[in-house]
Nanobody, 117 residues
Framework: QVQLAESGGGMVQPGGSLRLSCAAS????????MGWFRQAPGKQRELVAT????????SYADSVQGRFTISRDNAINTVYLQMSSLKFEDTAVYYC??????????WGQGTQVTVTS
């Protein structure tokens, strides 16, 4: 069964932190590079962080470099996104998927992150 279940979003003040989790089915997770994406209202979905299947290769979008940390636990098919120093512009729905996923692939519901004062 294909599954992507994102969690951990919420409302936070600028400068705050959140940790997102994504539990994935083995068919999506196992051996695959994974990524965190986000989509703000009226904007296209963008890839913000990727991690290789063995966790050794990681990349970030310039907009989150130095503030976000992606990691994965292959034993439980879960990928994480630690977000710190959050900014208003980080407000979006966050999704995880294989890092090469297209918009026509299966996607989970996402988790809402709102940065507000």
């Amino acid at each position: 069964q294909v599954q992507l279940a994102e969690s951990g979003g919420g409302m936070v003040q600028p400068g705050g932190s959140l940790r997102l989790s994504c539990a994935a089915s083995g068919s999506i997770f196992s051996g695959n590079g994974m990524g965190w994406f986000r989509q703000a209202p009226g904007k296209q979905r963008e890839l913000v962080a990727t991690i290789s299947g063995n966790g050794r290769s990681i990349s970030y979008a310039d907009s989150v470099q130095g503030r976000f940390t992606i990691s994965r636990d292959n034993a439980i098919n879960t990928v994480y996104l630690q977000m710190s120093s959050l900014k208003f512009e980080d407000t979006a729905v966050y999704y995880c998927n294989r890092h090469l996923a297209s918009l026509t692939d299966y996607w989970g519901q996402g988790t809402q992150v709102t940065v507000t004062s």
